[in-house]
């Protein structure tokens, strides 16, 4: 006669060992918060506490950077000390550079979504003390630039108005370009449009 072998039997009756031992769920994943309003108190204790903690990794990290910095130019010899500070010093300048042209691309960009298409009012506009101010963070982003957009539309709105037909432009108007992909296409786009002139 054949063994049954159909789930859920019993050991010796043709289950397998697998079969035989308690059954196991895996443990649910709990739901990742979605802000620090769904945490209780506790919870924002803890979290004020960890980003307490992380500054101050920072912060030793970026001492004991120092400290090995301090070391190896006690170590180098004139020449040495000169060479890496020229190096230092044209990083940074390129640094700079770099952040200045991503930083008016990204603003020409987002005077060009905000509606101000016309090339003249643009390049006004981003003369403008709201976008003098604008730092480039470590990712590659404009930090506040949504908010320096809002607040010139709040002072001037008469450069985002749009002409409706039959109505006096300031200039000529051109279409507003399609979006451009962000980083290093936004980038070129601007070197192009830049190279046109």
Known sequence: MAEDTTT???????????QAGPATTAPAEPKPATGEDDLGEAGKK??????????D???????????????????????EKALAQAKREAAA???AKFETKLRRSEVR?????AGLANDALVELAMKSDHFAALVVDDEGRVTDLDKAVAALKKDAPELFATASAGT????VQTAQPADVAPGLDRLRQAYESASKR
Request: a positive charge; glycine letters at 8%.
């Open 8 to 18: 859920g039997a019993t050991p010796g009756t043709g289950a397998t060992p697998v």
């Open 46 to 55: 803890v979290l004020r506490e960890l980003r307490s903690a992380e500054r």
């Open 57 to 79: 990794a920072q912060r030793r990290a970026e001492a004991a950077e120092r400290e090995l910095a301090d070391l190896r130019s006690a170590t180098q010899t004139d020449q």
């Open 93 to 95: 300048e390129e640094r």
């Open 109 to 113: 960009s987002a005077l060009r979504s």
């Open 168 to 171: 006096v432009t300031r200039g």
